[in-house]
């Protein structure tokens, strides 16, 4: 615990540690993408998926320890009893802070399956990390704008169908699919100007789980659905990596998720969406009312 430093001094040290620890996972990682490329016989999908998810476990049991070794946090987290690291789950969260990736690895590594985050196209070109995150079978997502489908109706829904088929290759070894249901990270100046019904979160934008449960099937039928909060207020990425993220709460929730929701056609049901849709708000207006207690008796101590 170094704590006793200076935040400036504890900065450069997570910082460099951080970058330490990507570069000993990249490199066996990148090993094995080569190997994968020589050797691209489907049979063999399987077995690579598995070198991939070992090393990603190792990659956070290493973040974890430099977390340990330049932070002083105290962590509050309730409801990670009972989960299966064999199991297939679908993970949403309130999203306040790059922090907020970090805490969940934490919290769930080795006890579910590595945690696969949707992630947008571009971010395949990013160095290093873009070969991980395709290795690991991050799905990734395309966006068109509105203006561009106007001008190309024809790629209307085919980001869905990039979704569908990125998920099919989770049903191949236990996977955790993480959705940030609010798209972005939580900012006061983008709550107001979406004028978000809750006090606490924007709204949640249900396309993605929906997709995601559609295409694993009866395979994936527990949402862990979490709760973050930062009783001190949530921390920027480097004031995290300078040690200034003095508490955290975690609250996760088991929930099963409806049959019908997995064999109903979110696209085209409108009945359905709207039903699916109504599901997503009743759990948002929960978690809004759960941060708000959570802020409260932290408040208090």
Not at 17 to 41: H, K, N, Q, S
Not at 144 to 157: A, D, V
Not at 232 to 237: E, Q, V, Y
Request: aromatic residues 14%.
């Amino acid at each position: 615990m170094l704590n006793f430093f200076p935040s400036q001094v504890i900065l450069v040290l997570a910082s460099s540690l951080l970058a330490v620890v990507t570069i000993l996972c990249f490199l066996p990682i990148l090993f094995f993408v080569v190997l994968r490329l020589l050797l691209p016989f489907s049979g063999l999908r399987k077995f690579f998926s598995s070198i991939f998810m070992g090393i990603a476990g190792a990659w956070i049991t290493l973040n974890k320890g430099w977390m340990k070794l330049t932070q002083k946090t105290q962590w509050d987290v309730e409801g990670v009893e009972n989960l299966d690291k064999q199991g297939w789950y679908l993970v949403t969260s309130n999203h306040q802070s790059w922090a907020d990736i970090f805490v969940l690895q934490s919290v769930f590594n080795r006890k579910i399956p590595f945690l696969k985050f949707f992630i947008k196209q571009e971010l395949i070109r990013v160095p290093v990390m873009g070969i991980c995150w395709w290795a690991l079978d991050f799905p990734f997502m395309k966006r068109y704008s509105k203006t561009f489908l106007e001008k190309h109706p024809e790629m209307r829904g085919k980001d869905l169908e990039a979704t569908r088929k990125a998920c099919e290759h989770f049903k191949l070894i236990p996977t955790s699919i993480m959705n940030f249901m609010e798209g972005t990270r939580f900012t006061r100046e983008k709550h107001d100007r979406q004028g978000s019904p809750f006090k606490h979160l924007l709204k949640p934008k249900s396309g993605g789980i929906a997709f995601a449960m559609q295409s694993m099937g009866k395979q994936l039928n527990r949402l862990l659905n979490v709760t973050i909060v930062y009783p001190d207020g949530a921390p920027s990425f480097v004031d995290f990596l300078a040690g200034k993220m003095k508490r955290v709460v975690v609250r996760v929730e088991q929930i099963q998720i409806p049959q019908r929701f997995v064999i109903s056609d979110y696209t085209n049901d409108q009945v359905f969406r709207a039903e699916f849709n109504r599901w997503v708000y009743e759990l948002w207006e929960k978690k809004d009312s759960l941060i708000g207690r959570l802020l409260a008796d932290t408040a208090r101590v």
